[in-house]
């Protein structure tokens, strides 16, 4: 009895070694923070670019107005919608595929630091601040 206790013992750092490895693989995003309804509906922001124009206003009813473009040049204004999942927020064009994604990495009372679809991390602005 004792050979196996001891076994046992001998294997508990081992057993604590991979709970958290496997806490760590499977947390969605350990690295940032997750998007909740409540700080989502009535935001707006601008991407803090010198050449980009992005600006989103996000709505109670899921849907999102956007404008994005070049400044001082071409500029479109959709109307999408946005969804949070897995704590990313998302917003999708009218066929329902992923147009943007903020992954928020950082914030306070006047900017947003996210990761976008395509993995670059930028600051917005929020404007309703």
Request: a positive charge.
């Amino acid at each position: 009895m004792s050979f196996l206790l001891n076994r046992l013992l001998g294997r508990i750092p081992c057993i604590f070694a991979l709970c958290a490895l496997a806490a760590c693989v499977s947390a969605p995003h350990a690295d940032s923070l997750r998007w909740t309804r409540k700080e989502v509906v009535g935001l707006t922001m601008t991407l803090d670019d010198p050449v980009k124009e992005e600006w989103y206003s996000f709505h109670q009813n899921g849907s999102v107005s956007v404008t994005y473009g070049e400044k001082n040049g071409w500029v479109a204004a959709p109307l999408f919608e946005w969804k949070i999942e897995r704590g990313d927020l998302l917003v999708l064009d009218l066929d329902g595929k992923v147009f943007q994604t903020f992954r928020l990495v950082g914030r306070d009372k006047h900017a947003l630091k996210v990761r976008n679809k395509g993995g670059k991390t930028v600051v917005f602005k929020i404007l309703n601040a």
